[in-house]
């Protein structure tokens, strides 16, 4: 059974940094893309970043448009991704997922991830 479980959420002030880890377990995970998303209240699930596989075996990253420049990426393992999470605003306040999903060139669409993981809260004050 395949599971994917959230760590390293929490509150911190605006300008502080947060690193998320996900580790996934129950599969083979290599040709996965992992990636994160997120969900702030009333609005809808939304793409971070990603890390893709591609046939040259070098994993990819994708992100945002808000998370260049504040957001890393890491593909630590084949069952390992991580998000450090620089410079944070309040407007990053939400519930971060981990997900997996066979590698597509589609990484920002939920559609594309199979596995998720139960979310962890990232609170941002002023």
């Known amino acids: 059974q395949v599971q994917l479980v959230e760590s390293g959420g929490g509150l911190v002030q605006a300008g502080g940094s947060l690193r998320l880890s996900c580790a996934a377990s129950?599969?083979?995970?290599?040709?996965?893309?992992m990636g994160w998303f997120r969900q702030a209240p009333g609005k809808q699930r939304e793409s971070v970043a990603a890390?893709?596989?591609?046939?040259?075996?070098?994993?990819?990253a994708d992100y945002a448009d808000f998370a260049k420049g504040r957001f890393t990426i890491s593909r630590d393992a084949q069952n390992l991704v991580n998000l450090q999470m620089n410079n944070l605003k309040p407007e990053d306040t939400a519930v971060y997922y981990c997900?997996?999903?066979?590698?597509?060139?589609?990484?920002?669409?939920?559609?594309?991830?199979?596995?998720w993981g139960q979310g962890t809260q990232v609170t941002v004050s002023s």
């Open positions: 890390t893709r596989w591609s046939r040259d075996n070098t994993y990819y």
């Open positions: 129950g599969g083979t995970f290599r040709t996965y893309a």
């Open positions: 997900a997996a999903g066979r590698s597509g060139s589609t990484w920002y669409e939920l559609s594309t991830y199979d596995y």
